[in-house]
């Protein structure tokens, strides 16, 4: 979509061109920013020319920075037992390969959309957002925290995603993935991530169902009746034309029992 409004296009090289005049937005892969309008938006300032590779191994985790797109977060090495996770949370994503290309992990993140899936793929792997401030300092979360809702985040005005921390304790992990749409190549209805950890521990996070992510966190595999007391706990299930909001509980409840089932063995 042309951005008719927009009259100003900026490449960023430093951190300090990353101080937004007003009516600025970040300009991340775009796969969202051209699809509809943007009221208020008279300039961009194209975050993908600061020069950042799209992925690093560090203390034996990965870091992946907030312009790597999803092509190149495919192509990390598998080397990591929770590495299947990767492509599983990329084919996801709403028309899957089409947008590959385009798309950036910081700014699925950044978007807090439901079916969000690299809020998924972070949120199951307990990564943390690491955040620069327009001060010049920055500040760390857990993406669990960062996405307080739909298109709500605790994201600051002129705060940026500088890259996304997956620890090697949770990516030597096993994991169990399960996914509902109703079409095959449309939004995610559901998905559930179970992770069982080196000492057992087992996590269980639920998204695309919810408005932000879900994360239980168990000491041993639960049983049927524990999910069921724990899913009727969890309020505001989401609800748009890609699910109603009852379905997608019973659904996601459904798909639980068969993550925890495989990581039982």
Not at 73 to 83: D, E, G, I, K
Not at 111 to 124: C, E, H, R, T, Y
Not at 230 to 253: E, Q
Request: charged share 20%; aromatic share 8%; with cysteine.
């Amino acid at each position: 979509m042309d951005l008719n409004g927009v009259t100003s296009l900026r490449a960023a090289r430093s951190r300090d061109d990353l101080r937004l005049e007003p009516g600025e937005s970040i300009l991340g892969g775009g796969s969202w920013l051209f699809s509809e309008p943007q009221a208020g938006t008279s300039g961009l300032v194209d975050l993908t020319t600061m020069g950042w590779e799209p992925w690093t191994v560090h203390d034996g985790g990965l870091v992946v920075s907030a312009t790597c797109t999803i092509a190149e977060l495919v192509q990390v090495p598998a080397r990591w037992t929770a590495s299947p996770l990767f492509v599983q949370c990329a084919e996801a994503f709403l028309m899957s390969f089409k947008i590959w290309n385009t798309a950036t992990v910081g700014g699925n993140i950044a978007l807090a959309l439901p079916a969000g899936a690299m809020i998924s793929l972070a949120s199951a792997l307990d990564a943390v957002v690491v955040i620069w401030r327009p001060d010049g300092t920055e500040r760390r979360q857990l993406v669990t925290e960062v996405v307080l809702g739909v298109r709500t985040t605790t994201l600051q005005p002129g705060e940026v995603i500088r890259s996304i921390e997956f620890p090697e304790s949770t990516l030597r992990s096993r994991t169990s993935f399960r996914k509902v749409a109703l079409t095959p190549m449309g939004r995610s209805s559901a998905i559930v991530i179970g992770r069982r950890d080196d000492d057992d521990r087992l996590t269980l996070t639920v998204t695309a169902a919810t408005p932000r992510p879900y994360v239980f966190r168990f000491g041993n595999p639960p049983t049927d009746d524990e999910l069921q007391s724990l899913f009727a706990s969890v309020h505001g299930w989401y609800d748009d034309p890609h699910g109603a909001a009852d379905w997608r509980a019973a659904i996601s409840l459904e798909l639980a029992y068969a993550v925890c089932e495989e990581l039982r063995v």
